[in-house]
């Protein structure tokens, strides 16, 4: 079955150990935010620090794990036909719109949307982490400057996980607008028991 | 008053919005891995993911703060005499010497260390984030590939901080062989009041 997460809003569900996830690009260029918490005790979640230590790359792509704060293998990346994610920049929130873009307009945030989905399972907001953005390119300069450029992801382009251990999975389809190349549109999974 | 953080251990202490600290490379080549936490609301602590997305850059040194996970600036770098830091990297611990070393003695690692000392505060270690890691030197290159290299940082090297809030501040002497070009050194602190 195909899910909708419409523009600039999230979703979140469970992903058994082994289970496949598919996650949909369905218009192209547009970035969905990932966390990913063990199912049996929440204070176990994605790490970015974990996972480049073990995957020694910053960027992550198909053949890539992705590890917890604890050292173990949360998800394994089967396939990716995009290739560009980004793991440093955290979900954009209330707070970054204001900084970047100087709007105080109240429209709905990554962290906004992360909190609601993971509140369900008693998952604080402060205690969300850097999250695994699909599809987002950041460009890295040689002096390590960042910049956010349009995702290069295509109509049609994708991301299959498979749960190295039983998950919460919290999923967005981002609200920042340089991250999605100017406009919102919606994200679309699928999972494959 | 100078204060030792010998080899393979850890320190912590508050220190108060405007106070500076400067912690010192005494022999040179070694890592310090450091926390900081709101010392008013523990859940507010350092992000890498929010200081890479305002300070747009990977490579934070002298004229760059440190963020919070709540997107506010807990302190700012005035000097940093060797400008070579990491903020990609999780502490070290017991699996990750396990994993890149083939080694399971017993030695105190970074995140053994932090925890130590946070949990005098309250703080678990699940809760323990990607810490700024001075004076530790990771390439990256071009297509995002990682490796631990011997730090750049001279014996008698310092990096000097002006706190932005009240904070706890923890500081280890890293306890990873690879980071600290194969030998184990202190580090050395000092709060200017």
Redesign the interface.
């Known amino acids: 079955m195909i899910n909708h997460i419409p523009a600039r809003s999230g979703a979140s569900f469970k992903l058994k150990k082994d289970q496949r996830l598919l996650v949909y690009n369905p218009e192209g260029k547009q970035v969905s935010d990932m966390i990913l918490i063990n199912e049996h005790d929440i204070?176990?979640k994605l790490?970015?620090?974990?996972t480049?230590?073990?995957e020694?790359?910053?960027?992550i792509t198909k053949g890539n794990y992705i590890w917890s704060?604890?050292?173990n293998r949360m998800a394994y990346i089967v396939e990716d036909t995009c290739g560009r994610n980004d793991f440093?920049?955290?979900?954009c929130?209330s707070?970054?719109f204001a900084?970047f873009y100087d709007s105080h307009d109240p429209s709905p945030s990554c962290l906004g949307n992360l909190s609601h989905e993971l509140q369900k399972y008693g998952i604080?907001k402060?205690?969300?982490?850097?999250a695994f953005n699909l599809f987002m390119h950041v460009d890295?300069a040689a002096?390590?400057?960042?910049?956010v450029l349009p995702p290069k992801a295509k109509a049609g382009d994708y991301i299959e996980f498979k749960a190295e251990m039983d998950l919460i999975v919290a999923l967005t389809a981002c609200s920042a607008k340089d991250s999605n190349g100017g406009s919102f549109k919606s994200i679309t999974y699928e999972v494959l028991r």
């Not at 402060?126 to 850097?130: E, G, N, Q």
């Not at 002096?143 to 910049?147: A, K, P, T, V």
């Open positions: 204070n176990e790490s970015s620090g974990k480049f230590d073990y020694e790359s910053i960027l704060n604890r050292s440093l920049l955290a979900p929130d707070k970054t900084h604080h402060d205690a969300i982490p850097t890295i002096q390590g400057s960042l910049r």
